[in-house]
């Protein structure tokens, strides 16, 4: 439940001198923290009605949340610290836990120990997430870490988080939506919070989808995601379709059951995946290891996964008909110098296909897929793994299935 501090009028704001951040270009800064003194009205002079984040920070400032400076200003691009941070979630839990844990470079006298002691106690700060047991009150917090401190909050909140948290991490078939998870650019023990971040819409990516971990976050910004977390503290993870499409991803290597009417009928994914197929032209052995649906039904695309896989403006035909998209990961043994056509056109569509990847998102997210090419791509006997492009319509009654050489197999039908 949420709280309100007893009284707005002792709250104490320390916030970081000069900061500007926008979605491409972050400017370095002066890294002191410079004390002002708080200031509780809910409008400031350089906030305008017209700001993106106006409604926001009114909001965070009537609730005591994030509060102003003495010269009415409210600093919406300033970069929020540590200490900071760690203030604000305070104040949304208004615990009265503390724990006896302390960071060598924060005094009991510091400004923000309180709330670094509640955070720690309510486990939203991790003492092993900082090394020589040294905080560093004054660093801007980083949207990875950022990512973290939410998740964990919302573990504290309710433990069915905390468990969508481990089920990413501890699984080989977790699949984020960011550039970063194959181009590199992210600490992979930050992906299942991150994973959360996405798939309850706490934090999103920039215009080209990058996360950006390590960019940092202003004040007009937390003001969002504050509004966005108290909202997010009072549901589970099953109110999320995203994050119940991560899950079921980690947990299965897809997330039909959750994006689609499809209903397992002899045999799922999960039977599946890793199992090696023979192609009946005996061109080389495939194994599928994710198989990813975007929903592509109606005039727009749904599910999480959509931006990282499907180009509405290179394929509008696909949209509004009845159908949708799957993405293969695919694993190819060939067992002879082989060219990608000849690889789908030699079994059974589910595990080969002839359409690759668009070639932008490709790029984009740092996905393998075969070339624009009919030349020997593959080479025998060498392993490969890359996505290709399926589909499947949406029409009571249909079905999609496939078979791997030891009997297992995959059927899903749409029921009648």
């Known amino acids: 439940m949420l709280h309100r501090k007893s009284s707005i009028n002792n709250l104490m704001v320390k916030t970081l001198a000069a900061s500007v951040m926008t979605a491409a270009v972050v400017i370095p800064v002066v890294t002191e923290n410079v004390q002002a003194a708080p200031v509780t009205k809910s409008t400031f002079k350089d906030v ?3 700001h993106w984040a106006y409604e926001s920070i009114k909001q965070v400032a009537e609730k005591g949340l994030v509060t102003g400076y003495e010269d009415g200003t409210y600093k919406p691009s300033a970069q929020v ?3 900071e941070f760690a203030m604000f979630l305070s104040r949304v839990f208004d615990s009265s836990e503390r724990t006896t844990a302390s960071f060598s470079d924060v005094s009991n006298t510091h400004w923000a120990n309180d709330a670094i002691q509640e955070g720690l106690a309510l486990g939203f700060i991790k003492v092993e997430d900082f090394s020589n047991n040294k905080f560093e009150p004054n660093k801007p917090m980083t949207r990875g870490e950022m990512s973290r401190w939410l998740a ?20 080989s078939l977790t699949l984020i939506p960011i550039p970063e998870f194959y181009k590199g650019g992210v600490n992979k023990k930050d992906l299942p919070y991150i994973g959360v971040m996405l798939g309850t819409g706490l934090l999103s990516g920039y215009e080209d989808f990058a996360f950006k971990p390590s960019g940092n976050t202003t004040r007009a910004e937390v003001a969002t995601i504050l509004i966005r977390f108290m909202d997010a503290m009072k549901k589970s993870p099953s109110d999320f379709t995203g994050l119940q499409e991560l899950l079921e991803v980690a947990n299965t290597g897809t997330n039909i059951l959750t994006l689609t009417s499809y209903k397992p009928k002899f045999g799922e994914y999960k039977d599946v995946l890793g199992k090696p197929h023979t192609y009946l032209n005996n061109t080389g052995v495939a194994t599928i290891e994710r198989a990813i649906f975007v929903d592509t039904t109606a005039s727009k695309a749904k599910g999480i996964y959509k931006d990282m896989f499907f180009n509405a403006e290179a394929s509008p035909l696909s949209l509004n008909r009845n159908q949708f998209k799957i993405y293969y990961e695919y694993s190819f043994v060939p067992s002879k110098d082989v060219s990608f056509f000849s690889v789908g056109n030699g079994s059974h569509m589910h595990f080969a296909s002839l359409m690759r990847i668009n070639k932008e998102k490709a790029k984009q997210f740092g996905i393998t897929t075969p070339a624009n090419s009919d030349d020997k791509l593959f080479k025998a006997g060498k392993k490969y793994y890359y996505w290709g492009e399926n589909g499947a319509l949406n029409y009571s009654g ?11 197999r995959f059927h899903y039908a749409i029921p009648e």
Do not use: Q, V, W
């Open 48 to 50: 305008p009605k017209s």
């Open 81 to 83: 610290t540590r200490a």
């Open 152 to 171: 964990n909050a919302l573990a504290h909140e309710n433990a069915d988080y905390g468990k969508a948290i481990e089920e990413m991490a501890n699984s």
């Open 398 to 408: 249909d079905d999609i299935s496939g078979k791997t050489d030891d009997g297992s």
